[in-house]
């Protein structure tokens, strides 16, 4: 496709084809920041194309899913301003997530000449007639939906859904969104995530079943992230994952230590993940640091690149930027997802130089902070909606060569996630497994609060206890690179001190060089003389992964933990627990895991 678009969007501005007022011709690419390297024309070649296609039939509904960053805002206001001077709409109505997003929509709409008003509120019942349109939000339309339906029947309106997947958010909403703007004249659905996590229709999204039977979302134009990084138009991103040795306590009271990133069960999976993020201890400590450094290489060529750490919740956020305070020496901006100054705060760290950016979750979807250029994901939540959402906070290019890099947790989850970032997803409302397997908020809450009826059983709270971080992988496209070493030492620097500013195709070849010279490193380095662990040691940790085990399996069952116990060496054979040989209960480790699994 992407071939076709860049001959098409060419020739359409040969023949001298454009759509939309004088002020909308001049909109940049991309809104509010300059064009990106390389888009010379007032029109990206996406955009002229999608133009294009829509007018070509001008449909009522249209779904435009393009990846964060390649100017969904410029193409949707060229759209408008060409309905209205063709007088085939009289009103708009932009419909966005946020409240900060409505000041960015309607200053990026005052460039296009186009005049919205972003402070409308539903008690004004209608907007002065200097304007052709409000910007409001999806809260604000389904707190009044008659409201928003009498102004868009008062004259043949364009309704601009932003992020249109928002629609789904709750059931009542996507009620809302039908009432507020069914009679629409025509109706634009953006989005830079074309899915949800969940199977919650969209509004105005047309369903197609596919030949398995699942109903997929049927997108009217696409470019995906893939595209638009061959076109120079969003950065290359760069994983850096970090694995390591976490312990801690589970609610019933058992000591647990795993490593991150095996391949262990969701249960043990979660423990591992959230000691890892546990910010009194080590791992996201050295993380911390580890990000700082790789912070400072690349503002040696991009002096205003910035950092975001997404956090869980406000006091992880807090105790973040305490530790980054104490690693660069200068103070985070905070953003909290309650307080009402934080679009302020968004709005200065973006106009400034400062390090770092500290924000529960995530800085909202369509919130630019183009200088963004190194993130520490150290939030739990791995559904792949809010993971593209996160990752297109760093995408956005301003020039050629920035690139984007990104520390996480080394999950199997967030691997696949990033394995797959230029995988193009369609929202779908039937499923053959819940949420591709992945972990999501739900679970990881309900591992953390577990079960009222177990409360007098297990008086325990979940307890983190020790963690380690080992620098772990590089992760670029489909390939990875790097061995497990230690942070801070040269093997490590080798990947996080690369240059700020390199085109995709040379991130590549200097990743494969430098992985070359790392295992020429190890392969030379003389054999460990480390000690062995006792063997009392490796037998107490894998008695007390079995009985974790055990108690995950009795309480899903509501069985004693005696009869899994038994069910154990019914299947596996051997002694008691304590008379048991290691190789015995690992083969009673491996059955359990295969019965929670199951689940």
Not at 236 to 242: N, T
Not at 375 to 387: D, I, M, N, R
């Amino acid at each position: 496709m992407q071939h076709s678009a860049q001959q098409h969007g060419q020739h359409a501005t040969e023949q001298g084809q454009h759509f939309g007022t004088y002020a909308a011709d001049h909109l940049p690419p991309t809104y509010p920041e300059r064009a990106a390297w390389g888009t010379a024309q007032p029109l990206r070649a996406w955009q002229q194309e999608a133009l294009e296609q829509y007018f070509r039939t001008e449909p009522r509904d249209f779904l435009a899913a393009a990846t964060p960053g390649a100017g969904k805002t410029t193409f949707a206001l060229r759209l408008a301003s060409e309905l209205l001077r063709r007088g085939a709409v009289a009103r708009i109505t932009v419909v966005a997530p946020t409240e900060h997003l409505k000041q960015q929509w309607a200053d990026a709409a005052h460039r296009a000449g186009i005049r919205l008003d972003p402070d409308f509120s539903n008690g004004d019942g209608d907007y002065p007639r200097q304007y052709h349109g409000v910007v409001v939000t999806y809260a604000q339309v389904a707190a009044r939906p008659p409201v928003h339906e009498r102004i868009t029947r008062s004259a043949p309106s364009l309704v601009i859904l932003d992020e249109v997947h928002h629609a789904g958010d709750a059931l009542s909403w996507g009620d809302a969104v039908l009432e507020a703007f069914g009679p629409a004249a025509r109706r634009l659905s953006l989005t830079g995530t074309p899915f949800r996590s969940d199977t919650a229709p969209i509004p105005f999204v047309e369903y197609v079943r596919d030949e398995r039977g699942i109903r997929l979302s049927r997108t009217d134009y696409a470019y995906a992230y893939d595209h638009a990084l061959r076109d120079g138009v969003v950065r290359p991103v760069l994983f850096m994952a970090y694995a390591g040795t976490m312990q801690w306590r589970t609610s019933m009271g058992d000591e647990m230590r795993a490593t991150l990133g095996h391949g262990d069960t969701k249960d043990i999976t979660n423990g591992a993940w959230r000691t890892a993020l546990d910010p009194g201890g080590e791992w996201i400590q050295q993380v911390l640091r580890s990000a700082d450094v790789r912070l400072t290489h690349v503002r040696q060529t991009v002096p205003d690149a910035g950092g975001l750490v997404i956090a869980t919740d406000q006091a992880q956020a807090r105790q973040y930027a305490a530790l980054l305070s104490g690693i660069s020496g200068e103070e985070p901006t905070v953003v909290l997802s309650d307080d009402p100054g934080g679009s302020d705060r968004i709005s200065a760290f973006s106009d400034g130089t400062q390090r770092w950016m500290v924000a529960v979750r995530m800085v909202s979807e369509g919130v630019d902070v183009p200088r963004l250029a190194v993130g520490v994901y150290a939030t739990s939540s791995s559904t792949p909606l809010f993971f593209a959402q996160a990752i297109g906070r760093f995408v956005r290019s301003r020039r050629r060569g920035e690139v984007a890099t990104i520390f996480l947790p080394s999950v199997p989850p967030l691997l696949t996630l990033a394995a797959e970032l230029e995988r193009q997803r369609d929202h779908a409302l039937d499923r053959e497994q819940s949420d591709d397997q992945l972990l999501d908020d739900d679970a990881m809450d309900a591992a953390e609060r577990g079960d009222s009826d177990d409360r007098e059983a297990a008086p325990f709270t979940w307890e983190p206890l020790e963690s380690s971080a080992t620098f772990d992988r590089v992760l670029f496209g489909d390939a990875e690179f790097g061995q497990l070493v230690e942070p801070a030492t040269e093997e490590e620097l080798d990947f996080i001190g690369i240059p700020g500013l390199l085109d995709a195709e040379d991130v590549s070849d200097l990743l494969k060089r430098r992985h070359a010279r790392q295992a020429a490193r190890i392969r030379d380095r003389p054999p460990s003389q480390e000690v062995p662990e006792p063997l009392y040691r490796n037998m107490r940790e894998e008695r007390q992964l079995l009985n974790s085990l055990v108690a995950i399996v009795a309480k899903r069952r509501g069985e004693a933990h005696a009869l899994v116990h038994a069910e154990s060496r019914r299947v596996c054979g051997g002694p008691p627990v304590a008379q048991a040989s290691m190789q015995q209960l690992r083969d009673r480790i491996r059955y359990l895991r295969k019965v929670v699994d199951k689940r």
